[in-house]
């Protein structure tokens, strides 16, 4: 494919020669396809040289490419005319309200200087810290290589004993990233700079990647772990004969250049150099082209805004350890059980699993856990119930081909209920599920076996201690390659068993994660992600590709079935990502939880919608009541000393609205009744029998399309909208309907975001 230059640059001539196909802007105007947009902050002395050389290698792909080219302001050119510049290059001023997908900074002769003496230092700090939002990918190169790793991640450059001139030996630190893809073990590229890197620094940072170093020079390629930047410490796009003109250029002025390295054949500089990178040069801007622009940049470029990777899927190249938790429809039979063992073994990063006890395997079914709370109940008739768990586990272990006493086990549990109170084994029978199955899953798999009760500890009034629990549970864990623990369960001060609410098991994947600084927390059930609305109200509704914890905690807030507020701050704190995935699917992506979403795009504008029936509208009307204070303080003192909990308000000049329960109709009577005696000339307003809807989604403050499809949805619907809040921290919107219009109006909403 060709590349796009402006008419009449001069590198069209010399490329045309050399058979790269360029295209101008004349003929790009027939051309209907999206190209990518690149742009070139040119700080090179020589600018047609560099801006032909960079031209060539960006053509040399099978992708469009549309070339601007950038130059500072605070700084002009010496060694090319004022009106090439004009003609051809534009200032950030005319580039800062537009988006590219992707950015090339070159290297500038000013490597000695202090990064801060640089005239135009401040000029680039801007344009770099713009790239954030405004480029999906940037390539630094040599100098601008150093300034941008100075910027961004406070690594500092440092002076070299003697300069790095010449074509030098490289090889790969990181052989299946793609940036090298197709690279052989060793390559060759030229270099020409006094300062190198400090390597210690680079290799210590956690969001840098070394990729390939040389052993006379150093680091060679970096990126990041996000992949916004690419930073290239040599100049892989010289021509044949740069290096030979800047040697010719330092002798004619009189310094004491040596000759480039492994550059002239016999180091005679009266030959013809020898060129042992241009294949190299080639293959390492068409990859980056290819796969960190072309394969993850936004369609819209307007979405480069986010910072976003178009993908939600999370890239785990640099994981190191995966905790895995298995809900109890991912261990309900053997055939399951060999599921969760086909996705352990997997991939060795999975080196710790919690398991839940073994759930229902048909409708008829009943959860392990359940009986045993029939066991506990039964009083002579524990037996029971104990059998049927004894034969479900005993015929576990005899498909699997496990030599597993699982009646010992459930023996124990016998003459515990026979011989102690009730009150003593609330917690303890019901944990026994976790207990059991783990030991047999442990054994399946052939991992240790760790009780969740000698590390997972509560204190005496029965609080998880997170303290004490990571210090405890991270110091055994960090003893084992890989490990079996029950969820659901730890133990009090006094050895006793103690459980979780519901939630337990997910709560305590998230526990062994936290302890153990785990880089992925991967929640495996029966679904493929959390599910964008009600399946009892929309029909095999979407999975949510990607949500962030807050919007977690909306979704939560409203209603919907989600993860449980304690298993998301476990690992929120932490930064841990979790991903939910489908056991019976585990190809399929789920849905990844992430702390900040700035690198991920959204594949749906929002990210999910909840609700639910029995809510009213009450709205309290007194002249200035929003302008005076004392006013408000004093309404809502009065629903608070009613036990009153307000779902969400909205305030008018003179009046304040709110959205309550129903269930709370006849304190909300009473509240009112006292209003308008305390405050003379208030009145109010209820409608009763509404139903709550609340949308979320993190682009709700930026994004007016959102609120314009939820209320077409509605309006072609023609239901009446009682109540809208668009929420202050602008990441959902609340609206109330008549109940009679609430499955319609979720159904309606949906479609426009499906």
Not at 5 to 11: F, G, I, S, T
Not at 322 to 345: E, W, Y
Request: hydrophobic share 40%.
């Amino acid at each position: 494919m060709p590349i796009k230059v402006p008419n009449n640059l001069p590198a069209v001539e010399i490329l045309t020669k050399e058979n790269v196909f360029v295209m101008t802007d004349t003929r790009a105007m027939t051309q209907d396809i999206r190209p990518l947009q690149i742009l070139i902050l040119n700080l090179m002395p020589t600018k047609v040289e560099t801006e032909t050389q960079l031209t060539r290698l960006l053509g040399n792909s099978p992708l469009q490419v549309e070339l601007e080219l950038l130059q500072t302001s605070t700084h002009k050119a010496k060694n090319v005319s004022e009106e090439h510049m004009i003609a051809f290059y534009k200032t950030f001023d005319q580039v800062r309200n537009k988006y590219y997908d992707g950015m090339i900074i070159t290297g500038a002769p000013v490597e000695l200087m202090e990064f801060e003496e640089v005239e135009y230092w401040d000029e680039l700090c801007e344009i770099m810290e713009w790239s954030k939002t405004h480029v999906h990918s940037t390539f630094h190169i040599c100098w601008g290589a150093q300034a941008g790793l100075y910027y961004h991640y406070g690594i500092k450059k440092k002076a070299l004993p003697k300069k790095a001139f010449g074509v030098f030996l490289h090889t790969l630190e990181y052989k299946t990233g793609m940036l090298f893809r197709g690279f052989d073990d060793e390559f060759y590229v030229p270099h020409s700079r006094y300062t190198g890197l400090d390597d210690e620094a680079v290799f210590a940072h956690p969001d840098l990647r070394v990729i390939s170093m040389s052993p006379e020079v150093g680091i060679f390629a970096i990126k990041s772990n996000d992949d916004k930047h690419i930073f290239i410490t040599g100049h892989s796009e010289y021509d044949a004969d740069t290096l030979k003109k800047e040697y010719l250029r330092d002798i004619e002025n009189g310094l004491n250049s040596e000759v480039p390295y492994n550059y002239f054949p016999d180091d005679d500089s009266s030959k013809e150099p020898q060129v042992s990178w241009r294949s190299c040069a080639n293959l390492l801007y068409s990859n980056w082209l290819n796969y960190f622009v072309y394969q993850s940049t936004p369609f819209d470029l307007n979405d480069i805004k986010t910072g976003a990777k178009p993908k939600h899927e999370l890239v785990t190249d640099n994981f190191d350890l995966i905790t895995v938790k298995f809900g109890g429809s991912s261990l309900a039979d053997a055939n399951q059980f060999k599921k969760v063992a086909g996705i352990v073994k997997s991939d060795p990063r999975r080196r710790f699993v919690v398991a839940s006890a073994p759930g229902k395997r048909n409708s008829e079914d009943i959860k392990i856990t359940d009986l045993l709370l029939k066991s506990m109940n039964a009083g002579d008739d524990a037996d029971k119930y104990l059998d049927l768990i004894e034969e479900r586990y005993c015929g576990i272990a005899k498909e699997l081909g496990v030599s597993f006493d699982a009646k010992a086990e459930v023996d124990l549990i016998r003459d515990r209920i026979k011989k102690e109170s009730k009150e003593s084994l609330l917690d303890y029978v019901p944990s026994r599920g976790e207990y059991i199955g783990s030991k047999l899953l442990a054994k399946y798999i052939g991992f240790d076996f760790i009780d969740a009760g000698e590390f997972i500890k509560f204190d005496a009034e029965g609080n998880y201690d997170k303290d004490v629990t990571e210090r405890l549970l991270g110091d055994e864990l960090h003893k084992h390659d890989y490990a079996v623990i029950p969820g659901f369960y730890g133990s009090l001060p006094d050895g006793r068993i103690k459980t979780f609410s519901r939630g337990g098991s997910d709560i305590t994947g998230a526990i062994v994660a936290a302890s153990t600084g785990s880089d992925l927390y991967e929640n495996w059930t029966d679904v493929s992600g959390l599910l964008m609305a009600d399946p009892r109200i929309v029909e095999k509704p979407v999975s949510v590709p990607l949500i962030t914890y807050r919007e977690l905690r909306e979704l939560s807030y409203l209603g919907a079935e989600v993860l449980h507020a304690d298993t998301v701050f476990q690992v929120a704190s932490k930064g841990i990502p979790i991903n939910i995935k489908n056991t019976n699917a585990p190809g399929d992506a789920g849905t990844l939880i992430v702390n900040n979403a700035r690198y991920y795009s959204n594949a749906q504008d929002i990210s999910g919608l909840s609700g639910a029936r029995g809510y009213m509208n009450v709205t309290v009307q007194l002249a200035h009541l929003n302008e005076k204070s004392e006013l408000r303080e004093q309404v809502l003192d009065i629903f608070e000393s009613k036990g009153i909990k307000i779902e969400t308000m909205m305030t008018g000049v003179d009046s304040m609205s709110f959205l309550v329960k129903e269930s709370f109709k006849a304190d909300v009577e009473d509240a009112l009744s006292e209003i308008k005696e305390k405050m003379p000339g208030a009145s109010e307003e209820t409608l009763s029998d509404l139903a709550m809807i609340g949308v979320v989604g993190r682009d709700m403050g930026t994004s007016p399309n959102i609120a314009i499809k939820i209320l077409s949805a509605l309006a072609a619907l023609k239901i009446n909208i009682k109540f809208l809040d668009h929420g202050a921290g602008n990441l959902h919107m609340i609206l109330a309907v008549d109940d009679k219009d609430y499955e319609n109006a979720v159904r309606a909403i949906y479609q426009q975001f499906a």
